[in-house]
């Protein structure tokens, strides 16, 4: 997958496309080019262009940079799964992407989440830690449907 399939099928503007590639929205991202292509366009494995997409959505939704950084790393460190027998963990973004189901990531007053995939649904938690907050309420809240963005891009 590259930038423009990711900005065709989604709708995305590919300027925030790039600006999440190109300010490191996302931890860990490693950007592969290639070499055969003219102008050596980026390429992606569609989990990472559903991520990228996720990001750019945020962005879109003038969340901050600093909230969308530690948003997206929730939700690629949230242990979703358990692993079973050999298997690594899922994390969040990883079921999500994965699921047939709604799959839905709330950012609470720019610094809390929540994460949802069909009937399942977290308590709010704290980024980092994952500690639940049982007596929090946000006073604003963004809702980033991960279902939409994955239907969008598999299509």
Known sequence: MDIQTIA??????????????????????????????????????????????????LLECDVKRDSVVGFMESIGDYTWKKAEMKRRRQTFV???????????AVLGDGLNVR???????????QPGTFAQLKDYH??????LNLGHIRDALLR
């Open 94 to 104: 990883e079921a999500a992407f994965l699921s047939q189901h709604e799959a839905i």
């Open 115 to 125: 994460f949802q995939i069909g009937e399942q649904q977290t308590d709010w938690l």
């Open 8 to 57: 065709t099928k989604t709708g995305i503007p590919i300027r925030k496309i790039r600006y999440v590639l190109d300010h490191r929205i996302l931890p860990g991202m490693r950007i592969k080019t290639d070499a055969e292509r003219v102008g050596h366009p980026r390429s992606f494995t569609d989990l990472e262009g559903f991520s990228i997409a996720s990001g750019a959505s």
């Open 138 to 143: 946000p006073r604003g809240e963004v809702r």
